[in-house]
């Protein structure tokens, strides 16, 4: 087994003690899959770095709830700084105990953490899939639940975070006809 393949195993036993799951599988595994897949599709020459911290970008989430924030803006951004900090630690406690390299965890910490985002190609990579995730499988769900205001908002600081190639991939998913309405009034 390679290195990469065994860290990518190591990354997965930890998903899998999510204790959300769905249809008896951890949720946050299924979303890690979800975006392996979509870097897979996009980035099939990916380096070892941005593989482990695609698949790593929600890694444990569930240790830091959204609940122990202020559910206000700023309390859901030091959340979101929280949780990177936490990704990155933990992809890289796993790729250390693999052994890779002090330079190679310090680059997938990077990505996890979106330094750089808009000018490093890789972070973009990350975010790309983690965008097309949202999209095709949290979008309707987060569209039933707000108002369609909201949605069109969430959906054009989504599509302002994409590449252009992950725009073409997300017009390309089928989707039901009420969310490609929502969507084409938000990019309109």
Not at 11 to 39: F, M, T
Not at 104 to 117: A, D, L, P
Not at 157 to 186: F, G, R, Y
Request: proline share 3%.
């Amino acid at each position: 087994m390679s290195l990469l393949q065994s860290t990518l195993n190591a990354i997965d036993i930890l998903h899998a003690q999510d204790p959300k799951q769905v249809d008896g599988k951890a949720e946050e595994l299924i979303y890690a899959e979800n975006c392996s897949r979509w870097l897979e599709a996009l980035y099939p020459d990916a380096s070892e770095e941005l593989t482990i911290a695609v698949r790593s970008q929600h890694l444990c989430r569930w240790e830091i709830p959204r609940a122990d924030f202020p559910m206000d803006r700023t309390g859901y951004l030091k959340w979101r700084t929280s949780l990177g900090k936490l990704h990155a630690d933990k992809a890289a406690t796993v790729m250390k105990e693999q052994g890779y390299s002090e330079e190679s965890c310090n680059r997938t910490e990077k990505i996890i953490r979106k330094q750089g985002i808009k000018r490093d190609e890789e972070v973009q990579a990350l975010e790309d899939c983690a965008c097309l995730v949202f999209i095709e499988t949290g979008f309707l769900a987060f569209a039933a639940k707000h108002p369609e205001e909201k949605v069109i908002s969430i959906v054009q600081k989504t599509w302002a975070k994409m590449s252009d190639k992950a725009q073409q991939a997300a017009l390309k998913l089928d989707l039901p006809a009420d969310a490609l309405a929502v969507i084409q009034k938000a990019l309109a």
